[in-house]
């Protein structure tokens, strides 16, 4: 069975490739394969480290002074639950993802929000 179903699959598979006289060269398909990885160009953490310190930074409730990779939203800068979404908004708009509520409600701290934003691979 499973060699019919070869067949079948091989008899509609048209691979186009280049000839050159008589003699078949390379198929075009492998000459022209485009990498669609989005970690080609992946953020460095440095970047992720300053881009988030900036938002939390100019969050209104917020001394820009405390603000450090490892400061806790809650318990270093006395932000409620409330804030707290407001900075993950932000971070989503600045780096143009979407943080499932699940996940952020983990996100309690620069530290988490630097890691969840290095680590997703559609951060831009």
Known sequence: ?????????????RVPVVA????????????????????????????????????????????PSKVTPEVHFQKDLGLDSLDNVEIIMAIEEEFKLEIPDKEADKIDSCALAIEYVYNHPMAS
């Open 20 to 63: 050159n006289g008589s003699k078949l060269l390379t198929p075009l398909w492998t000459t022209s394969i485009r990498s669609m990885s989005s970690h080609d160009d992946h953020l460095e953490k440095t970047q992720v480290i300053d881009r988030i310190l900036d938002i939390v930074k100019s969050f209104p409730k917020v001394d």
């Open 1 to 13: 069975m499973a060699s019919a179903l070869r067949t079948a699959i091989l008899g509609h598979l």
